[in-house]
């Protein structure tokens, strides 16, 4: 089904419904060729309305840059949820299945050559990965018609800097399946 923008905007499917500022769809070109999907809004996407655009933004858009080729403007980006969960906790699982069939619809209209799931709680919803990241990062599999990868969370890189160089060597592999559509 596509996208009901207007109904997602004023989505009370659960809880975080009650202390969101903004209902936090995505941004991006919808015939982007790499599809970004992260957790959650922080506290600047949820009161600035875009995903990714904090601190962990901006080390994954120097990121991709560098070793995809790609910038911001040029990939679709949203999360698993739409809306902030209080103090940034992970997303419940109530609240992660809640907002899954908007992400389904998203994913469907998109339709994307790449997907690029950021952190463990999207490889789950997007990859349906069940095993931990070290063993599921940089793995290319079928998605859809296209390919998905997972990579360390940016903000988990800005917490442990050895990660950067293991999300550049993801990113590389996300870079051949870009350059191979
Ligand atoms: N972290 C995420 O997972 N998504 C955002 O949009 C911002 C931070």
């Not at 290319?140 to 998905?148: A, D, I, K, V």
């Amino acid at each position: 089904m596509a996208l009901d923008v207007a109904a997602l905007s004023r989505c009370t499917r659960c809880s975080l419904s009650e202390t969101r500022t903004r209902v936090v769809i995505g941004t991006g070109p919808t015939d982007a060729v790499l599809v970004l999907v992260g957790e959650a809004p922080g506290r600047q996407e949820d009161e600035g309305g875009a995903p990714f655009i904090g601190r962990s933004g901006q080390l994954l858009f120097r990121l991709i840059e560098q070793e995809v080729g790609l910038t911001r403007e040029q990939c679709y980006v949203t999360n698993t949820v739409k809306c902030r969960p209080p103090g940034n906790r992970v997303p419940a699982r109530n609240e992660l299945e809640a907002c899954r069939p908007w992400l389904t619809d998203q994913l469907a209209d998109l339709a994307p050559r790449v997907t690029l799931a950021l952190g463990l709680t999207a490889a789950r919803e997007v990859l349906g990965a069940t095993l931990a990241m070290g063993a599921v990062h940089g793995r290319p599999r079928h998605l859809g018609s296209g390919t998905g990868i997972a990579t360390y969370h940016p903000a988990a890189a800005l917490r442990d800097p050895a990660l950067v160089d293991v999300v550049r060597a993801d990113l590389a592999v996300v870079r051949r399946f870009v350059e191979a559509t």
